[in-house]
């Protein structure tokens, strides 16, 4: 048993190890690039692509329809299986597709009907069918917790995209920058996973194999399908009330957020998840890997949040000047849902690995129906704006968004810790020391803040002041996360 427990934690560790590299190179990559482009475009530019990710964002979902979460929390997924859902992945992309490209007029309508919007949905969804070919590549990869791979195609992809995009953003493209970025990156990225992996589906297609993944693969999606609503019907909303300027403002502030926020979530997925469905028929195996979860994700969790929103400010005055300065509060504002978003997101990662998918749509509904009433509450107000705050509306209506994560926090924490045999409080008494050494440290940055007026030199000392004093409160409480973090570091480097 005890090799058994080693072994699992090095696996884990190996998976989180590979999935940090990852997302490190990832988010450097993007960050350079995302810098590029913010500074060679305009708000217009990027409302326009905003616009258009908010149909990508569903017709995305739909076209997976869940079966990747199930084929992660089967045990042991066939050949058959994958082929499967590679072809009905492939199969709904296409139907998809078709569809968005006649409906693309329409599209256009729902933004004040610029049709600068047709030719670029037309293109953009392209991106669809190339996805689809690549899901199931990826996929095999997590279930086998090697990430090697996936690291390697992110990141020849993400530079070959990059390269297209400032290219094209140079040369006066304007939009299409963006556009070419996107589908040179889902190109890229498949044609990588298809001549590395040596995996190739059998040439056939299974309807009982599809059904037997109903179960978790619908339930998924249907919580899927909430989240993903509740996510971009803010840019709907934005694009359609306020226009393409704020809606450039709002998309340039998610894209910065959702680069911690989603590369997070995604790490504690695909290194847990795997690891979680392999402890689903022991309850106290299963109760100590979520505490242990628990604790690691707020080690590094709230002290990563909780310093970029109190640098946020240096951090976009030094990267793009001042031309971006009504997107930091929207920012700060998305940094602290983000908390919750990725609390959520790890327990919904330990009710998923034991197969109750149902109960993560019952958590959205909940969520969600809180979110209707501050939609309501606030869509009046979403185009209020003021000399010098063009985005004061929106932060009203931002607010809607942290209320509804916090509730859908709640209800999913009631829901992990019945399905994980612990209790609401243990899960909350995982992460409130983290939470109260994250606090000291947010408060010593923001003493820090008036005495230093160069943006690069405040980011600097904030950083090392906050992570320095961090690190040393849990050396003084004597954290054993932190002692684990350290010995294994120390033994890696050595290698």
Not at 67 to 80: D, H, N, V
Not at 239 to 255: E, H, M, S, W
Request: charge should be positive; charged fraction near 10%; proline fraction near 3%.
């Amino acid at each position: 048993m005890a090799d058994n427990n080693d072994n699992m934690k090095m696996r884990v560790a190996r998976t989180l190890k590979w999935n940090t590299v990852d997302k490190v190179a990832t988010q450097i990559l993007y960050a350079v690039t995302g810098i590029i482009l913010a500074l060679l475009l305009d708000q217009t530019d990027f409302g326009l692509i905003g616009a258009i990710l908010i149909f990508q964002a569903f017709a995305a979902m739909f076209i997976d329809s869940g079966f990747s979460y199930a084929l992660i929390q089967r045990k042991s997924p066939t050949r058959l299986d994958y082929s499967s859902v590679l072809w009905f992945n492939i199969t709904m992309a296409c139907a998809i597709y078709a569809i968005l490209f006649f409906c693309a007029p329409l599209i256009a309508d729902c933004f004040q009907n610029d049709q600068r919007l047709i030719p670029l949905s037309r293109v953009m969804f392209l991106t669809f069918i190339i996805n689809a070919t690549a899901i199931v590549q990826t996929n095999r990869l997590m279930k086998q917790m090697n990430v090697k791979l996936i690291a390697l195609s992110n990141s020849v992809a993400l530079a070959a995209a990059a390269a297209t995009g400032i290219t094209l953003a140079f040369s006066g493209y304007g939009p299409w920058a963006l556009v070419w970025q996107a589908v040179t990156l889902s190109a890229v990225k498949s044609l990588v996973l298809w001549l590395s992996t040596g995996w190739r589906p059998v040439m056939k297609f299974s309807w009982r194999s599809l059904r037997s993944f109903f179960r978790v693969g619908t339930g998924m999606m249907g919580a899927t399908f909430l989240n993903i609503l509740f996510q971009n019907i803010y840019s709907f909303f934005i694009g359609n009330r306020a226009g393409l300027v704020p809606l450039g403002y709002y998309t340039q502030a998610d894209k910065w957020s959702k680069m911690g926020i989603s590369s997070f979530s995604s790490i504690l997925s695909s290194s847990f998840l795997p690891a979680l469905s392999e402890y689903q028929d022991s309850p106290a195996r299963f109760a100590s890997a979520t505490a242990k979860m628990n604790r690691f994700a707020s080690y590094l969790l709230f002290p990563a949040c909780g310093m970029l929103i109190v640098m946020a400010v240096p951090i976009f005055h030094a990267l793009f000047g001042h031309k971006w300065d009504a997107s930091i509060i929207l920012f700060q504002l998305l940094m602290l849902r983000g908390i919750f978003t990725i609390l959520t997101t790890l327990y919904q990662n330990y009710v998923m690995s034991l197969g109750h998918a149902r109960m993560i749509v019952v958590s959205e509904i909940i969520r969600d129906g809180v979110a209707v009433a501050a939609i309501a509450v606030t869509l009046p107000y979403i185009a209020l704006s003021q000399p010098g705050h063009i985005t004061q509306g929106i932060v009203i209506f931002l607010w809607g968004q942290v209320a509804a994560s916090v509730v859908a926090w709640g209800a999913m924490l009631w829901v992990a810790s019945r399905r994980s045999w612990r209790t609401p409080w243990q899960f909350i008494t995982d992460s409130l020391p983290y939470i109260a050494e994250s606090l000291i440290v947010v408060a010593l940055l923001t003493l820090i803040k008036p005495l230093i007026s160069n943006p690069w030199l405040l980011i600097a000392v904030q950083t090392v002041t906050g992570i320095s004093i961090y690190v040393l409160i849990n050396f003084i409480a004597g954290s054993k996360i932190q002692k684990d973090l350290i010995t294994y570091l120390r033994a890696h480097l050595k290698k």
